[in-house]
């Protein structure tokens, strides 16, 4: 091999890892809470603790996961969530439950060790993905006990669905995950109206 070819390959081996080497960026995204705007709570409101809910162990994880045909799952590498996702379902139902409500104040798990709940709003969450059919899905079962561990509201299971506008774009998952949370969050409100007052 010639002093020029050797030059040449070299170049290409060169070029070859660098295309290698280079990978689309992580891009990073966050759920919503309603907009709603806070009123004041009374001093002697009551304090309902939001949490914990049990969440699979497939959604512990940064990255963003769907359903694929089958029982296929999709991490994706590129598309991670902003805060691990168990903390963001909690204080955003927390913080939507709370500006729905008058005079019952809402805390998210963890709780800070001075407060002392009234009640807690318990569950477990099933599934929290979109599919393979561009459906986001929530799939949830929650009940509320006071501080004693007495039932109030006995568990019950829900499912919640959105259409996800463009199931390719992390950005509309998302965001029909931030629906689903709406959902929720109003029939948490709901319920706590109905048993607290």
Not at 32 to 50: C, F, H, M, N, R
Not at 100 to 107: E, S
Request: contains cysteine; aromatic residues 8%.
């Amino acid at each position: 091999m010639t002093f020029l070819g050797k030059i040449t390959f070299v170049a290409a081996i060169i070029l070859l890892l660098g295309a290698c080497g280079s990978s689309p960026p992580v891009r990073y995204y966050s759920l919503e809470q309603i907009d709603v705007v806070a009123k004041p709570d009374a001093t002697d409101s009551k304090i309902v603790g939001l949490g914990p809910f049990r969440i699979p162990a497939y959604l512990r994880r940064p990255q963003m996961v769907t359903h694929g045909p089958g029982a296929d799952v999709n991490i994706d590498d590129f598309s991670r969530w902003a805060e691990p996702l168990d903390q963001a379902v909690h204080g955003i139902v927390a913080n939507n439950v709370d500006s729905l409500l008058t005079d019952i104040i809402v805390v998210a798990f963890p709780y800070i060790s001075t407060v002392d709940v009234d009640y807690v709003v318990v569950g477990r969450i099933d599934r929290f993905d979109v599919g393979a059919d561009g459906n986001a899905v929530m799939i949830v079962q929650w009940g509320l006990v006071d501080s004693s561990r007495e039932t109030q509201i006995a568990p019950q299971r829900h499912r919640y669905t959105t259409r996800v506008s463009n199931p390719g774009d992390p950005g509309s998952v998302a965001m029909a995950m931030s629906d689903i949370l709406t959902q929720l969050s109003h029939d948490i409100a709901k319920g706590l109206d109905n048993a607290l007052r």
